[in-house]
């Protein structure tokens, strides 16, 4: 089972130790959340606990209590901060699922009525794109 041992130089961890730049949105002692540079749609974020597991099937049942209460502030601001019509709320566990990041995280995912998601992990997004949607969300977030 050597394989699926949690790699803490997967991207997510570099993330979390502040090694590669990510555009935070939300930050607390046990959760980050950062805007997807490969977004399937406007206003797609990434909810990530910062205890380290490869997804949800080896993680600490322990944590999941506040990550969701974390998912369901950041869900409640992107509707809000995108004027989307609903959100749909991914998380995938192991390859076959469509997992290619190995740090447990759940996808926020804005969604507009009659508009198709992009492909996952398809193309990066222009930084001025990321970073003017992560301001959004971040004005959203911080009226609480
Ligand atoms: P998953 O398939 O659930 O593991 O999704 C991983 C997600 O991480 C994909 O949606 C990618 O677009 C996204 N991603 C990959 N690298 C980065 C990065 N450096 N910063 C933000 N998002 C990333």
């Known amino acids: 089972m050597s394989s699926l041992a949690y790699d ?7 993330i979390l130790r502040g090694e590669i730049p990510s555009h935070r949105v939300y930050e607390d002692e046990a959760v980050v959340a950062f805007m997807d540079v490969m977004p399937q749609g406007t206003g797609h974020a990434l909810v ?3 205890a380290p597991s ?9 944590i999941f209590g506040h990550l969701m209460a974390v998912v369901q502030k950041v869900a409640k601001a992107a509707k ?3 004027e989307a019509d609903g959100v749909a709320i991914m998380q ?11 740090h447990l995280h759940v996808h926020i995912l ?3 009525q009659g ?19 992560a301001e959004k969300l971040r004005a959203v977030l911080a009226r609480g």
Not at 54 to 62: C, E, F, G, S, Y
Request: net charge positive; no cysteine.
């Open 110 to 112: 804005p969604r507009f």
């Open 48 to 50: 990530v606990p910062k």
């Open 92 to 102: 995938f566990n192991e390859p076959a699922s469509g997992q290619t990041v190995y």
């Open 8 to 14: 803490p130089n997967n991207i997510f961890a570099k």
């Open 80 to 82: 809000t901060a995108f």
């Open 115 to 133: 508009i198709p998601l992009k492909p996952h992990s398809g193309q990066m997004e222009k930084p001025d794109v990321l970073v003017a949607n």
């Open 54 to 62: 490869r997804n949800l099937l080896d993680a600490d049942p322990a």
